[in-house]
Structure formats: C-alpha cells, structure tokens
C-alpha cells in the first residue's frame, strides 16, 4: 500500500547535480577565501593603499580628507572577509572533523548532504538557526545572550594579527603575538559569563573548569611563546617567521633543543585553552552533561560550537607560526621577495603567484596541525581536574621556564657560533624524519595485526 | 530533600546538592543520584532508584510459570539470556525436570555470546564515560556481530525469550557453529587490539587506577558480585564453585582483580576483569561448539506446569554477577512468590559508601566500572 510517508531518493540527475556541486565547492571555497585573502589583505597595508590613494585617485593621501574614510571602509571589508573566514573554515572543519572522525572509528560519517557530505555544516547551521532562542526562565537574561558575543569576537580577532602569507596579513602588529594571547583570553570571559548566567550548576560546574583550565594554561602558554620570541628578537609575528626560513631544518622547533620542547608545551597549553581532548573537561559530555553551553539552544549554541572549530585552525595556525616556519617557502629568501615585489606601486603577476603559494604552504601546514588535533581528540580519553592542574603547574611551567632559560643561553651561543644552530637542526631533523618512519612502520605492523572485515566505504 | 541547594557547612564552606539525573548521559538509564558537592569533590552520593521500576516480580506472581519467562528478559536488557536461564532452572527444580544435554550445551553457548556482548557494551561505555568516544564505536561493532548470530539462534536481538522451561526453545540453525566458531577466532585476537587501543593508554590508567577503591572486606560485607567481587581479589564464580548446566564439563579460569593499575579492588581491576572475561567466554563457547552432543533440546514438560508447593532457588552467573531466583510455589498453576536477586540492585548500595571524597569525574568512572544497568537494579 502506497503511504503518505514513502521516501524516494532524489532522481539520478539531481544526485549528479548534487554531487558535482558539492565536488565543486570543495575545491572552490578553499581557494576563494584564500584568494580573497590574497588579493584583498595586501591592498590595506597603510603604504600599498596610501600610494593607491596617490598614484589611481590621484589627491595627497596625506592631506585629503577621503582617506581616512576610505581606509575606515577598506579595514570593514577585511573585518567582514575574516569573519566569513573563520565561519566558512570553522563549518568546513566541522565537516572534516566528523569525517575523519568517522575513519577513526570503522564508520563512515556524515555522507547525504552533498558528495562525502560535505555540505553537512550547511545543512546543521540552518537548522540552528531556525530553532528558537530559549532564555531559561531563571538565567541572567542579559549575561546569557551577551556571552556567545564574547567568545566569538576573542576567536575573530586573532585572526588580525594571524598571518595568511608572506604579505597576507590584516596588520603586522609589533606586539602581534602579545595581542594573541590578550585577545584569547576574551574567549574565556565569554564562557564564564555564560556557566554564570544560565542558573544551572552542570553550566556553572562547565564555566568554573573552564576558566581554572584557561588562566592556568595561559602560563605555561606564555613560557613557551618566550622561546621564539627571544630567537626571533621580536613580538611581531611576520617578523618571527621571516626569522626563520623554508627548510625543516631552518624552523625554529629544530634550530634550538629547547624550541622543540617549547613547541610541545605550546600545543599542550593550546589543546587546553581551546577545550579540546584529553582538556575538555568545561564540556566534557559524560560528567557535564554538556558543561557550559548545557542551557544554550539554536543560533547562540551554533556559535560556540562555530568557535570551537574555528578554534582549530587558530591554535594551529599560532604553532605554526612560531615554530613551523610559518608561510616560509622553502629556497625563498627575503632579498627574493623584495626583487618579486618591484618597485611599481602594483605588483607583478608573478608575485601574486607566489603570495599565492606561501599561502598553500602555510595552509598545508596548518591542516596537518588541524588533522593531528582532531585525531588526538578521538584517540584520548580525558584527564581529571586535578591531573589537569598538576600537568599544567608541576611539569608544563617548570619545564617553559627551563625552555626559556635554555634558550637565552642558546642565543649567546648562536651569537658566538652560528654554526650551533645549523648543526641542532640537522640532527632535529635527521630525528624527525627517523621518528616519522618508525611510525609508519609502527602503524604498518598494527594494521597488519588487525583482523576482520574492511569498513565498507562504497557508500561514502 | 531535593529542595535543598546550598547547606552552609561551616562558617568557611557551604555544599551544593546537584541532582545527577535521571536524564544524565553517564547514568546508563534512568538512575538519579543526589550528589553533594564541595566544587568538584564529593561529600557523598546517594543513589535514587526506582524510575524504571515495572513490578516485574509482581508479575511472576499474576502469569503462569511459561508466561512469565518474557518478562524476565526486560529484567536485564543487555543480558537477557542470564534472566532467562536462571528463572528456566528454578523451575525446572521445582517441577523436577532434567534439561537434555544438547539444550544445557546451548544454554551456555548463548549464555557466553551474551556475556561478551554485556561485557562489550560495559567496557566500551565505560571508555566513553572517561572520554574516550572511539572505543564504544568498535565494542558496539562487534557486539553487532554477536546480536547477528542470536538473532540467528533465537529470532530475537535483545529480548530473546531463548531459554524455556525444560530446554532452549530451538535448535541451533544449519551453518552456525561454523560462524560462531569464524567469530571467536576474529574476536578473540580483538581483544588484544582492544588492549593496545585503550586498555594500557596512560591517561586511561591513570583515571581508573586507584580510584574508587573496594577492599575485600568491603565487597564481601556489601554482598558484591560478579566483576564486581572479583575485581576486588575474591576469587568466587557461580559457574565454577556452585556448578549448574553445562559448566561442569568446560575448563575456564576465572580472572581476579590484581591490581594492574595500582590497588586491588579499583576501577581499574573492575573493568579489566571483565575483559579477560571475554576471553574466557570465548573459550567456553568455543569448547561447548566442539563437545556438542546430539538429542533432544527440549524436555518432556506437561502443557500446564502445576508443580508441588515448595520453594525453589537457582543461581547462575550472569553478567553482572551471581543472578538468584527465589520461587515460591503454593501448588496452583501461578507463583506465589517469585522474588529476582541481582547484581546492580547489590552494587548501588556501595556508591553511597565509597562516593566520599572521590571527584565527579571519579563518580562517572565509579558507576561505569560497577557496570550499573537501571532496570537490573529496578526491576
């Protein structure tokens, strides 16, 4: 008996047109916020848009008064740009967390919105938006809805200081990594505010671990921040990744032993400010139920969530930044990128071309960071409040203040014989790449024990 | 009680009461335990049972004595088989029947599949509730494979209404010792992979190891059983000191808690016992598949059991530990009195005991390593 309730698919040629459609924004989203980026950001630097102002409009940037008005509405659209930004790659990330996810655990993941499911984050942000806004009846109305604003506007502006490329970024700051770390710390009174305001003890029990997890780790953060910032001799991050070079071995986490501890104690301290496992204790589902956003529902709860992923490419993006060598392409030197550049008040194409490839550089880095948080996020199981504390106050702090003691000792060394530096990074880099074989080979005999049946991934 | 939410202590500190369900995500069903809490660390929890309570033993009292025999999977729905077979013995005694070898063999076969299946979902919830997601997928990935070869069996995947008064209610089909047997042999090499996946991880060891710690004086005083009792160092197990069925004819070990992560009697001891367990079903089902005699699976057993007065008790080691039947019987076609002993209902009346001064995370591992399941504890 036919039913009212029967589902058919979609016809054959609308699941093509899906498919290619979503195939097709798969590799045109990521390219199109790149490339905006690419092509927007260096025009707002102020001498690149001050000789606009004189060479194509033709007035005295100086004296004219459009300037300032112009300049205001050029920096929105470049706000406006990193919004959608970190939204698009925080909703893309979403997607590709669920699906590695879905590796991980012999399961496929989301795979009916679009080819692979990739327009899965779509389909969950306008679900969200179309669910009504509760205020629990007893909860701090004001505080409540104010919260999630806090928390994203920590997360959106770090991303000013954050470069994309070697001329990609909205502004080289002097202090560009000091502002980082002041502007994370927004993200936490956001969360405070709303265990606080929700007027319930599993979201006041969320935002209590929350804020006694992320001043902690700030410390131990800040430590090993030190650690670059004394090779490079400076706060700016452009600076900090121009101080290094392209190779593996020219990067800051092999060119001195204790960078290499430092970076570790960066990427532990970032996993616990962005809340992510084995540190998610503020939500940690199976204790809080859903800790500080337990009361939250529809578009505010998106934009927690929003951050949380935004959140990745953030904490990676810092790491490699600092220690990774940044957007550096490899055999490309700083006198390199000056003759590139020319002297014209507008670049030539070829320079474009290789803004566009430290960008890929960068971004490529960025993803192995993104890929290997997500993948500890599914491997650990989380650690306690108390183990949480020790970790951070008996091993993480000591050991960044002996990572920055060790490097100013370093940095006399280096000052008396380059060639410390050279040979640290050779025999980091010769380790790396033995430890990098031994996991393959690690990984090669596990898998070769492992029995049963393929997942099956006809249906991915 | 529920009423209060801050009580001042003392002039320094207050405590704050936090209903911890029933709609919690680590209370493994409806369960509610009121927690009073100094900020994270617990001064004690007092579980609240009674939310999935369906007068399961009043029933057994209002049904005749085959009628009853559904009901009794609904008391434990994660191993429905144990219920099943307990409650098929009391009767059997006391109508005095004697179970054809083939069915006693076929009892402990679906017996030992349900118990890895209960096993798995108690070790792999238990990973999760730490915050370990990945390991419940792979436990539920192969109790799926386990729930395939019952359905094979019996028809059914959770309720199975297998096991019935004077036998097992079907023979086993044409080609399933072949797949059982294919299953042990994957699963049994899973196990080690289950080790290297979460067992020995150290964040792992470090959250169960010395946690919630019951010493053997404890277990034996709050009449622990099953994993429970085992993990802490008493060596006990219905199947090989007080034999019934099929046991008798099978080697096993039993695997006591040795204080792999620290202290005897911990979380930790609790849940691994359970997944050496596993291994020693495996080996129990696998030799039952090999000595399986030929005959009868059922029993001659009169259409309208009407058995003499008298009471009746059985005892068979479920999952969660020793499952006693008490059956009264006053002579007519109905039970008097049939009363179910099982082990949640035992191991929640020792949360309120070691819950003080242990943290709420310690809570979550201290009901996950019991392997409480909410209508086992109501019935």
Redesign the interface.
């Known amino acids: 008996m036919p039913s009212k309730f029967s589902f058919a698919f979609p016809r054959p040629n609308t699941r093509r047109i899906l498919f290619f459609s979503s195939l097709a924004a798969v590799f045109v989203i990521p390219v199109a916020l790149f490339g905006l980026l690419v092509v927007y950001l260096p025009f707002i630097q102020k001498d690149v848009f001050f000789t606009f102002v004189r060479e194509t409009l033709h007035r005295d940037p100086d004296s004219w008064a459009g300037t300032q008005w112009l300049y205001g509405a050029a920096l929105l659209v470049a706000g406006l740009l990193l919004f959608t930004f970190a939204s698009v790659s925080g909703g893309i990330f979403s997607w590709y967390e669920r699906r590695v ?1 879905g590796r ?4 496929i993941g989301p795979n009916r919105v679009g080819a692979g499911g990739f327009f899965q984050w779509v389909a969950d942000a306008v679900k969200l938006l179309f669910k009504e806004d509760l205020v629990p009846a007893e909860a701090d109305s004001l505080l409540f809805r104010a919260a999630p604003y806090f928390v994203v506007a920590g997360m959106t502006l770090t991303l000013v200081a954050l470069p994309f490329g070697q001329s990609v970024i909205v502004a080289d700051l002097n202090v560009g990594i000091f502002y980082i770390l002041a502007v994370t710390s927004l993200i936490v009174v956001g969360i405070l505010l709303s265990g606080w305001s929700s007027n319930s ?2 979201a006041l ?1 969320g935002g ?2 929350s804020a006694a997890q992320v001043i902690s780790y700030e410390v131990p953060s800040g430590l090993a921040i030190m650690t670059p910032v004394l090779m490079a001799g400076t706060l700016s991050m452009q600076g900090i990744i121009r101080a290094q070079g392209g190779w593996p071995w020219q990067w800051f986490i092999s060119r001195n032993p204790a960078a290499f501890v430092a970076f570790f104690i960066l990427f532990i301290s970032q996993l616990a400010e962005a809340n992510r ?2 540190f ?2 503020p939500e ?4 809080l ?1 859903a800790g500080y956003m337990s009361e939250y529902s529809g578009f505010r709860f998106a934009l927690y969530f929003l951050v949380e992923w935004a959140n990745l490419w953030i904490i990676s993006a810092i790491a490699v930044s600092l220690f990774l060598g940044g957007w550096q392409v490899p055999g490309l030197e700083d006198q390199d990128w000056a003759a590139l550049r020319g002297a014209g008040s507008f670049p030539p194409v070829a320079w474009w071309f290789w803004q566009l490839l430290s960008v890929g550089v960068f971004a490529a880095k960025t993803m192995v960071l993104v890929t290997v948080v997500i993948w500890i996020r ?10 949480m504390m020790n970790l951070c106050w008996k091993y993480l702090v000591p050991a960044g203040f002996g990572a920055m003691l060790f490097t100013l000792l370093w940095q006399i060394a280096v000052s008396k014989a380059r060639i410390v530096q050279d040979i640290s990074g050779g025999v980091l880099f010769v380790l790396f790449v033995y430890a990098v074989f031994r996991f393959f080979v690690l990984t090669r005999k ?1 898998i070769s ?4 049946d393929r997942v099956d991934l006809t249906n991915w | 009680m529920s009423k209060l939410v801050l009580r001042r202590i003392d002039r320094n500190n207050e405590e704050m009461l936090v209903n911890f369900g029933p709609q919690h995500p680590s209370t493994h069903g409806v369960l509610n335990f009121l927690v009073e809490t100094d900020g994270e660390v617990m001064r004690r929890a007092i579980p609240d049972i009674g939310y999935l309570h369906r007068s399961l033993e009043k029933i057994g009292e209002i049904v005749g004595y085959p009628g009853y025999m559904p009901y009794t999977d609904r008391i434990d729905y994660l191993a429905a088989m144990f219920a099943n077979e307990g409650y098929a013995i009391a009767v059997e005694k006391l109508i005095k029947v004697e179970v054809p070898k083939r069915a006693q063999y076929l009892r402990a076969i679906s017996c030992e599949l349900n118990r890895i299946a209960s096993h798995l979902v108690s070790i792999g919830t238990m990973a999760t509730d730490i915050g370990a997601v990945t390991p419940l997928v792979y436990a539920l990935r192969e109790r799926e494979a386990i729930n395939d070869l019952i359905e094979a069996l019996c028809g059914a995947r959770l309720t199975y209404n297998y096991h019935r008064i004077g036998g097992v209610a079907f023979d086993m089909p044409e080609g399933w010792r072949d797949k059982v047997l294919h299953f042990l042999e994957r699963f049994e090499s899973l196990i080690q992979e289950w080790d290297r996946l979460i067992t020995w991880n150290e964040i792992y060891l470090k959250r169960l190891g010395g946690v919630a710690v019951i010493t053997r004086e404890q277990a034996i005083d709050y009449g622990l059983v099953g994993p429970n009792l085992r993990g802490s160092g008493v060596d006990w197990d219905v199947r090989r000191d007080v034999p019934y069925g099929a046991y008798p004819d099978f080697k096993f070990d039993v695997p006591v808690g040795r204080g792999w992560a620290g202290t005897v009697g911990d979380a930790f001891d609790r849940y691994y016992v359970r997944v050496l367990e596993m291994a020693q079903s495996c080996r129990i089902a696998r030799q039952a598949l090999e000595k399986l005699p030929d005959g009868e699976t059922m029993a001659k057993v009169p259409r309208r059991i009407k058995p003499e007065a008298g009471e009746v008790m059985s005892r068979v080691e479920s999952a969660r530990g020793e499952l006693a039947y008490y059956v009264v019987s006053d002579g007519t076609e109905r039970a008097y009195r049939v009363r179910a002993r099982t082990g949640s209902f035992l191991a929640m009346g020792i949360i309120e005991d070691i819950s003080s001064g242990l943290m709420i995370a310690d809570l979550i591992a201290l009901i996950a390593s019991l392997d409480v399941v909410a209508p086992e504890t109501d019935r």
């Open positions: 996810a991980i655990q012999s399961r003890k599993w029990f209590m671990r496992t084995p998610d204790l940690a589902e199976s204790e139920v599914w491997t650990l199981p989380r650690i306690r409040v108390d183990q596990n024990r492992v029995v049963g």
